[in-house]
């Protein structure tokens, strides 16, 4: 099989009380793995077999007949990418060339978590809140329906919070905004934001 999960950065338990082992078991062992079973199927004996997976997503992004490659290969994606956005030491402001960044291209750290958690909770239904470096340069936030990302539009993913209520609901049931809070207070990895900024 072409796909695998990715081995998670951190025991299921290591985001607790933020987020609970039990979520993290399904969102991880179930709907992750539900994502790369399926992707693995629908793409046996076709042109993707062998394909990586930015190619795949590029290939169907927009496609009116692989719709199905393109959700499940991109959620596959999203995925491996949320789980580096998330820390057990995660949390506070980014430092260095981000920061300075962050400060040049929304004014203050807190303006920019400001416009995080308008993405992240003005998303209606499920989806993605993203920081992401656009095409001219510029950081930006914004917010991507159901598998939707960066990728398919020219954009850098810096860091990602997935607002699907499978990531949040046994936890916070339907207070998707204190989840939002969590995530940018204790859990956001700032050092893997930064790491994908330094490699554009
Ligand atoms: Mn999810």
């Known amino acids: 099989m ?6 998670l950065p951190y025991a299921e338990n290591a985001l607790e009380p933020h987020i609970s082992a039990r979520t993290l078991s399904f969102h991880y062992g179930k709907h992750h793995q539900g994502y790369v079973t399926n992707l693995n199927n629908l793409i046996q004996n076709t ?9 795949i997503i590029l290939a169907t992004a927009n496609s009116l007949t692989h719709g199905g490659i393109f959700n499940n290969a991109a959620q596959h994606w999203n995925h491996s990418f949320y789980w580096d956005s998330l820390s057990p030491q995660g ?3 980014p430092t260095g060339a981000l920061s300075e960044q962050i400060t040049k291209d929304f004014g203050s750290f807190d303006a920019f978590a400001q416009l995080f958690k308008q993405a992240a909770t003005g ?6 809140a993203w920081l992401v ?9 914004t917010k991507t329906p159901n598998a939707d990302l960066p990728l398919a539009h020219g954009q850098k993913a810096l860091l990602t919070c997935d607002v699907w209520e499978h990531a949040y609901y046994l936890d916070y049931q339907n207070r998707r ?3 939002v809070e ?6 956001a990895n ?3 934001a930064s790491k994908n900024f330094d490699q554009r």
């Open 2 to 7: 072409p796909f695998t999960l990715p081995p």
């Open 47 to 55: 042109d993707f077999e062998g394909q990586s997976l930015d190619q």
């Open 91 to 93: 949390g506070g402001e």
């Open 123 to 128: 998303q209606f239904g499920s989806g993605w």
């Open 133 to 141: 470096m656009d095409t001219d340069g510029t950081l930006k936030v």
């Open 177 to 179: 905004p204190d989840y």
């Open 182 to 187: 969590i995530f940018l207070k204790n859990l």
């Open 190 to 192: 700032w050092d893997f």
